[in-house]
């Protein structure tokens, strides 16, 4: 029998895809993103698997898999909520991003998070290669070119992504202050305050990108 294998090093492409609450970080001291854990939601780990182990790249091919599959995933989340209940798998609580003991569980264990390093190791458990894996961002690095691409952001790739903040800003900027032509980046941070503890989030960060944004879609 052969062993499903999740063809990509990373997983971030099938959770961006699958995931419904997105991807949960402790607060990364100097958007160190390497080094501090992600999080998902335990119910999405179904559909995470199944993409990952078919290689699913857009939304549409997501849905369409996902929306056959419904069996594939109850029988997923069944092993899922056993392992949790049996200590195998540890699960977090969402708030306070501490570890639930097994005495504290609630009935449904789907609304936990559950770390992707983690996830790894139950794959692993599951028969499913995870080679060379990049799962949590960080570990050993790899020769796969689309993991390179990923992980590397420069050049080109990096004023693109400048364009589109700072003219994003700008927009934002000539809806709220119509009459001002001078961008107050201090004021867009605080706006994005909620989004704080989101990777890249932190006011340190958001001041140099954001000034570098502004001052070339500015100067362009």
């Not at 798998?89 to 936990?112: E, F, I």
């Not at 499913?128 to 020769?143: D, E, V």
């Not at 900027?173 to 201090?186: G, L």
Request: proline share 4%; aromatic share 6%.
């Amino acid at each position: 029998m052969k062993i499903p294998h999740i063809r990509r090093n990373s997983m971030w492409r099938y959770a961006a895809l699958a995931a419904t609450e997105g991807i949960h970080h402790y607060v990364a001291p100097d958007d160190d993103v390497d080094s501090v854990p992600a999080l998902i939601v335990v119910r999405d780990v179904p559909s995470i698997l199944l993409l990952a182990v078919r290689d699913i790249q857009t939304s549409e091919e997501a849905d369409k898999l996902l929306n056959e599959n419904d069996e594939a995933l109850r029988s997923i989340m069944g092993k899922l909520d056993s392992d949790i209940s049996n200590d195998k798998l540890p699960v977090y609580d969402k708030t306070s991003l501490l570890r639930v003991g097994t005495n504290q569980l609630s009935a449904y264990k789907g609304n936990y998070l559950v770390r992707f390093d983690d996830l790894e190791a139950w794959f692993m458990s599951e028969g499913i290669q995870l080679p060379a894996t990049l799962l949590n961002g960080a570990g050993t690095p790899s020769n796969d070119k689309n993991v390179q691409e990923e992980k590397e952001i420069g050049g080109k790739s990096e004023t693109a992504y400048l364009h589109i903040i700072g003219a994003l800003c700008d927009l934002y900027w000539r809806e709220v202050k119509p009459d001002c032509a001078k961008i107050n980046q201090s004021e867009i941070i605080a706006a994005l305050d909620t989004y704080r503890g989101y990777a890249g989030l932190s006011e340190r960060n958001l001041k140099d990108k954001l000034s570098k944004a502004i001052k070339m879609i500015r100067t362009d």
